[in-house]
């Protein structure tokens, strides 16, 4: 089995600042990209960023500037750095992974349950 587990969402106000990981655990063989994506009440999900397994990295337009994205190989673990944040940038954020299990041929999508942001104005 292959768990995500998103960790880090709360409520800020507008202008401050969070922080959010999330970890791969169970029977992995390798992880290739991983990213965030972002669903607010009524929107489709999108995607928030992404980053290889390379550390090469792609954005939303509308994060673009104050959101980072980093992981740290070692530990199956990504993370979204979130400044500025806007009353805009309230949704559930899931974190996603694209993965090769032990045992397996090809590597498919994982989710995780996701992790509700609220920015306050």
């Known amino acids: 089995q292959v768990q995500l587990v998103e960790s880090g969402g709360g409520l800020v106000q507008a202008g401050g600042s969070l922080r959010l990981s999330c970890a791969a655990s169970?029977?992995?063989?390798?992880?290739?990209?991983m990213g965030w994506y972002r669903q607010a009440p009524g929107n489709q999900r999108e995607l928030v960023a992404a980053?290889?397994?390379?550390?090469?990295?792609n954005y939303a337009d509308s994060v673009k500037g104050r959101f980072t994205i980093s992981r740290d190989n070692a530990k199956n673990t990504v993370y979204l750095q979130m400044n500025s944040l806007k009353p805009e940038d309230t949704a559930v954020y899931y974190c996603?992974?694209?993965?090769?299990?032990?045992?397996?041929?090809?590597?498919?999508?994982?989710w995780g349950k996701g992790t509700l942001v609220t920015v306050s104005s």
């Open positions: 980053i290889t397994s390379g550390g090469s990295t």
């Open positions: 996603t992974a694209n993965l090769l299990r032990l045992g397996s041929l090809s590597g498919r999508d994982y």
């Open positions: 169970g029977s992995i063989s390798s992880i290739n990209a």
